[in-house]
């Protein structure tokens, strides 16, 4: 077993959410081995390499990715986790009385930390999608991706 790969006994566990659909029905060009695709996934969500940099021994990288997206959209990864949270629960495994949220970790706005809002006549820097104008430390730019525009330019 490789680094990243399922053993024998974690495949066990899950291997019946994997079920290829197109052998109810016998049409359609068989799929490749769901475990070793889903090595494939494994290995690129634990290296963070790009999907085209999959070793070969995964198969063509297009074919891991798509089955990674299409598990994503048909509930496989949720069904897996329920029925590994379930099967803990069953055997007293999770203390429910320590699930919490940690709201710390949740950063306020400005404004809501009691910071003093800008004059409104003050120019205020323009960003536009593709610029590479570094951004503030701690920004998220899926949150904050788009346009960064001071709130008279934008009407509200």
């Not at 494994?42 to 963070?48: K, P, R, S």
């Not at 970790?105 to 205020?124: C, D, F, M, T």
Request: glycine share 10%.
């Amino acid at each position: 077993m490789r680094r990243y790969e399922l053993s024998d006994r974690q495949w066990a566990r899950i291997a019946p959410f994997f079920q290829d659909p197109r052998h109810d029905d016998g049409r359609g060009r068989p799929w490749n081995d769901h475990r070793t695709v889903l090595n494939g996934i494994l290995w690129a969500l634990h290296t963070g390499a790009p999907w085209r940099d999959l070793p070969e021994r995964y198969g063509p990288w297009q074919t891991v990715h798509n089955r990674f997206r299409r598990w994503t959209r048909d509930g496989t990864w949720a069904k897996i986790l329920d029925a590994l949270l379930a099967e803990q629960d069953r055997r007293g495994r999770i203390g429910h009385d320590l699930w919490l949220i940690d709201t710390s970790v949740i950063r306020a706005s400005r404004a809501a930390a009691g910071a003093k809002k800008k004059s409104e006549g003050a120019a205020q820097p323009r960003w536009n999608k593709g610029d590479a104008t570094p951004r503030a430390a701690g920004s998220c730019a899926g949150a904050f991706a788009g346009r960064l525009r001071d709130e008279s330019a934008s009407g509200l």
